[in-house]
């Protein structure tokens, strides 16, 4: 049990799309605006989750032109969005004029993120907590994952938004706008090569 929540701390902190961006959206919007958005990247994880335990990810990604268009679509996403972020300018995150994303659109996120999907898999597929009892397996493998999505997202949401307030130096933002960029973008890599090997 121990090395299965170790699995999860390692795995949800570990910067992702979702955290990136999370934090992009606190940094030009705001705590409150970003917590909007924080609940659609919960809900779609956790969508991500029941699709990868009922084994509907699995039947969908085992077509190798399904996964493949898949795979480019979300990637092709992702890198607008770190593309929307090294470009701010002098401004952490997002630019201001920018809509302020939303539910819909964290929920829509997760379910292109191939990091989610990597991360749900190894959690609900790589550790047997239960093996006698199936559906409370999961149900404390689900309760576990978000004790710790939970408190992480907010910490990565406070500090996109204690960025907004800091008032930097153009110079610093635009380095840190370009950093969160060039992560998301490496994230982005490894899950999808990942996700097309899988």
């Known amino acids: ?38 609940t659609g990247l919960f809900i779609g994880n956790n969508l991500v989750g029941l699709a ?6 699995a039947l969908i990604l085992a ?16 890198f607008y969005m770190a593309i929307r972020i090294a470009l701010a300018g002098s401004k952490v995150g997002f630019s201001a004029a920018t809509r302020r994303p939303g539910i819909v659109d964290g ?10 999907y990597v991360v749900s898999t190894s959690i609900f597929s790589g550790f047997v907590i239960l093996p006698e009892a199936l559906l409370a397996e999961v149900i404390l493998k689900f309760l576990l994952f978000n004790v710790v999505w939970i408190p992480v997202h907010f910490v990565w949401l406070w500090a996109g938004s204690a960025l907004q307030r800091l008032d930097l130096p153009p110079r610093v933002q635009r380095g840190i706008n370009l950093i969160m960029a060039a992560a998301l973008v490496g994230v982005v890599l490894l899950a999808g090569l990942s996700l097309l090997r899988g």
């Open 1 to 38: 049990m121990l090395s299965f929540f170790g699995a999860i701390v390692l795995l949800v902190t570990t910067p992702g799309p979702g955290v990136l961006s999370l934090a992009g959206v606190g940094a030009a919007f705001g705590f409150r605006a970003g917590l909007h958005y924080m």
């Open 52 to 57: 990868v335990v009922t084994g509907l990810a």
């Open 63 to 78: 077509n190798p032109v399904i996964r493949t268009v898949l795979a480019i679509a979300s990637a092709g996403y992702l």
């Open 107 to 116: 929920v829509l996120l997760q379910l292109i993120n191939p990091k989610a």
